[in-house]
């Protein structure tokens, strides 16, 4: 192998070893849903969505068996599949404020604590589901 080769192969190594750890550290250090990613009045409102549009066909246990396919995913892929597959006869049909509080209220209902700030669109890629209880 010649001398120029060894250092690319080295740099790209060097590359992608920094990318990974950079990304390890940044997964390593996100919020959760335990962290308090909801407010109660959010959770509040999301069980009156979930009574209306969520209770006929879904049980708490389901939300404790699913969640385990999102651990440690950012609830933006959680919410991305709900708002898209979710009510089933009425696919997409809820407000975007309406899925988010439901989610709230999903995380409530399987031991994820109340905090400050509501889950919104503009955070909820930066929280990490947690495991249920």
């Given at each position: 192998?010649?001398?120029?080769?060894k250092q690319r192969t080295v740099s790209l190594v060097a590359t992608a070893v920094g990318i990974v750890g950079v990304s390890l550290a940044a997964y390593a250090g996100?919020?959760?849903t335990k962290d308090g990613a909801f407010t109660s009045e959010q959770a509040e409102r999301g069980k009156a969505v979930y009574e209306k549009s969520c209770s006929t066909c879904h049980q708490?246990?389901?939300y404790r068996d699913r969640l385990t396919r999102y651990q440690s995913k950012p609830v933006g892929q959680l919410?991305?599949?709900?708002?898209?597959?979710?009510?089933a006869d009425n696919v997409g049909g809820l407000l975007t404020s309406e899925y988010l509080d439901a989610l709230a209220y999903i995380f409530s209902i399987t031991g994820s604590?109340?905090?400050s700030e509501e889950l919104t669109t503009d955070n909820m890629d930066s929280i990490n589901v947690a495991p249920t209880q």
């Open positions: 192998m010649s001398m120029f080769r996100a919020k959760s708490a246990d389901f919410f991305e599949v709900v708002s898209t597959t979710m009510p604590p109340a905090g």
